[in-house]
């Protein structure tokens, strides 16, 4: 059997095909020119793997890790660009393989620059570098982001003049059966550019999470009428924009935040809209924020279906994604992770290691912990003496301590190390002081915090499938060494969590221990537990995995205010309200039901306001410690005694609720009852 080692080795080796950063590709007719131990190794595989050979008719050799795909381009020969139609990969490291068809998908990978697949003495090696030379000579190879998928490459065909006829390029002057009249020209698509008086969701998002900073430059590609840049220039932000019909005088410009806000929904065209999609990425330094509307069948259902979208009654174009399809698509175009902020909102990052450290700090709890407490020195206490002598650095070494769940290793982990060194020591030692005046059980709960943070992380990373990816920062590697060994013992650790969520027991073991915490709650016995979304960082590591899968299906919890957890069906579910922290009875505004076990994800909306329910004795979720406390226990009081016969653990409607009370002779302003006349 063939080495890792030895394989690498046979493909450095090699100098034909076309070769890439990653990987060699070569069509079937270059494999007698391989080492006979690497084609050997080659109809082995093959063979393993039962593929007929029809299946493939190129490799792919990868260059940097032990893996094989076989493609399949079945119109090689006919065709000027091919489509891959089949990829079976091989990853032999992990001993698993992927197979992938794209035979019914409209938009699949496309081949180029045939010549570099087949050896010089090929027949067809003349034909197929005249292919190449003629797209050369209209420009088709000057951005290669745009040129790999076939929806890409026919616009930008079309956009140079030219038509791709029976596999040959022709100007479309020639051709005047392709100058017909599209409905795309009927599509208003500047109506759906509003005015705002706040800023807009992605925005917001990039403000709350200090991605978007007044000393960082901003643009934002398809900025409609303006509202949000007037309103962060007038804030002292940096912030520029483009509009095709509002500002199409305005320069595209790179800028290290970018916002491509609300408009590839609003393309109806499905090249044009990865187009916008890779401008954007372009001028994109450091994330670039997308976000689209995402998909309600109650409110889609009542428009005319076009195309992958829908025409509004405004005559505007709206593409709804559910959550994973938006991600999908950003991911499969931008070849990067693309991180969920809130419902319909992503990040991507330029930089992995700028993507690792957000989805870690999307995490990361925050604690609450008390100050050190410094000891009165005594001439005999050296250790009080040194400690009082320097309380700033300690004060802040063992906030470091406590931050990290373990002792800084280097400078950038705690930036006064080499001052602490000078006074004390090494870390252990300056915690070995420390311990003799002080109690070290925050650090103990700080270490415990940590490590359920990080399965949370490896969880999640593992739920969106990002378990390819190296670990760049070197913050997390010490993390991993400390509390796993290794990053292969943190995946099979988050993997067994993941995987035990699937069961009911482990479920209820969760509940049970929301229930042991004191955490305000509603229970529904063996059925269900619902609390407020604040409580999330003090829920059990099974539970808060649980959630935060249901949360990236979903997006974020921004307008959402109590979670429900139903223990035996594999569903969450998250209700917002109006004004749920200052009304005495917050109404229903939008329940959401994320199915962990299929992955779906229904949506109800309470628009009608007859038919809204309210929620009855809030203060069963709410924080003890919380100001609107007493008022809202008061009130549930006052509730519950003047309608008795009511069961507040069911919803009811405020109409409904109106009509009781008037039976009583009482009425209902704001949180205080009057007497009928």
């Known amino acids: 059997m063939l080495t890792k080692d030895r394989y690498l080795s046979l493909i450095k080796s090699i100098d034909f095909g076309k070769k890439l950063p990653d990987a060699i590709y070569l069509h079937e007719e270059y494999l007698k020119f391989l080492p006979l131990e690497l084609q050997n190794f080659i109809d082995g595989l093959s063979n393993t793997l039962e593929l007929e050979p029809y299946d493939w008719n190129l490799i792919k050799l990868f260059r940097k890790s032990f893996k094989v795909s076989f493609l399949s381009y079945p119109d090689f020969y006919k065709d000027s660009y091919p489509a891959l139609t089949k990829s079976v990969s091989v990853d032999l490291e992990k001993l698993s393989h992927k197979v992938i068809k794209y035979d019914q998908n409209e938009n699949p990978p496309i081949l180029h620059r045939k010549e570099l697949f087949i050896p010089s003495s090929s027949p067809y090696q003349k034909e197929f570098q005249e292919i190449t030379q003629e797209g050369e000579e209209i420009g088709l190879y000057e951005k290669t982001s745009k040129i790999g998928f076939k929806q ?119 090249h044009e809209r990865v187009d916008a999609l890779l401008s954007a990425w372009d001028l994109t330094k450091n994330v ?157 709960t700080a270490f415990e915090k940590r490590r359920e943070d990080l399965i949370y992380y490896f969880s999640m990373s593992l739920f969106q499938k990002r378990t390819e990816r190296k670990i760049t920062s070197s913050r997390l590697k010490n993390d991993v060494t400390y509390f796993f060994k290794n990053k292969t013992l943190a995946e099979n650790e988050a993997k067994e969590l993941l995987y035990s969520l699937a069961e009911t027991e482990i479920i209820q073991t969760g509940v049970n221990e929301i229930i042991a915490l004191n955490i305000p709650h509603y229970y529904e016995d063996n059925h269900s537990i619902v609390f407020h979304k604040s409580f999330l960082d003090q829920l059990p590591t099974s539970i808060r995995v649980y959630i935060g899968c249901a949360t990236q299906l979903y997006g974020g919890l921004d307008n959402i205010d109590l979670i429900k957890v139903h223990i035996s069906s594999g569903k969450v579910s998250f209700m917002g309200y109006d ?27 309470y628009v009608n306001k007859d038919k809204q329910p309210i929620l009855l004795n809030a203060s069963t979720f709410m924080d003890t410690k919380s100001l609107s406390f007493k008022k809202q226990c008061a009130f549930d009081k006052r509730l519950t005694s003047a309608l008795p016969q009511i069961d507040f653990k069911k919803s009811i409607h405020r109409n409904h609720l109106e009509y009781l009370l008037n039976e009583q002779n009482l009425t209902l302003k704001g949180s205080k009852f009057y007497k009928l006349k």
């Open 152 to 270: 890409g490459w026919l616009k930008l065909i079309n956009e140079r003049g030219y038509q791709l006829v029976n596999g040959n390029l022709h100007p479309l002057s020639n051709f005047d059966e392709f100058q017909t009249t599209n409905l795309t020209s009927k599509i208003d698509r500047h109506k759906t550019a509003i005015t705002r008086y706040d800023f807009s969701l992605p925005i917001k998002q990039l403000l709350q999470h200090e991605i978007l900073t007044p000393d960082k430059s901003f643009f934002d590609y398809g900025c409609g009428k303006g509202s949000d840049l007037k309103a962060l220039n007038t804030n002292g932000f940096k912030a520029k924009g483009w509009d095709p019909a509002f500002f199409p005088k305005h320069s595209k410009e790179t800028a290290e935040v970018v916002n491509l806000g609300f408009v590839i929904n609003v393309i109806e065209d499905f």
């Open 579 to 605: 004004n749920f922290d200052s009304d005495v009875l917050p109404v229903l505004r939008e329940r959401i039901k994320v199915n962990l076990w299929n992955q779906t994800i229904q949506f109800f909306d």
């Open 288 to 444: 670039l924020a997308v976000s689209a509307m995402l998909s309600n069948p109650k409110h889609t259902n009542q428009f005319e279906p076009y195309k992958d979208g829908v025409i509004t009654s405004r005559n505007t174009f709206q593409k709804y994604y559910s959550q994973s399809e938006l991600r999908d698509f950003l991911e499969k175009y931008l070849l990067t992770e693309a991180h969920t902020v809130a419902p319909g909102v992503f990040f991507i990052f330029k930089s992995f290691e700028d993507s690792e450290r957000f989805a870690q700090a999307q995490t990361k709890r925050k604690f609450n912990w008390q100050k050190l407490v410094l000891p009165k020195p005594t001439e005999k206490d050296k250790a009080a003496l040194l400690i009082n002598q320097n309380s700033e650095v300690f004060e802040k070494f063992w906030e470091s301590c406590l931050e990290l769940g373990r002792l800084p290793k280097n400078h950038d982990e705690f930036i006064e190390l080499n001052t602490l060194k000078l006074i004390v020591g090494t870390p252990s030692k300056a915690l070995s002081v420390l311990a003799i005046n002080s109690d070290l059980k925050d650090f103990e």
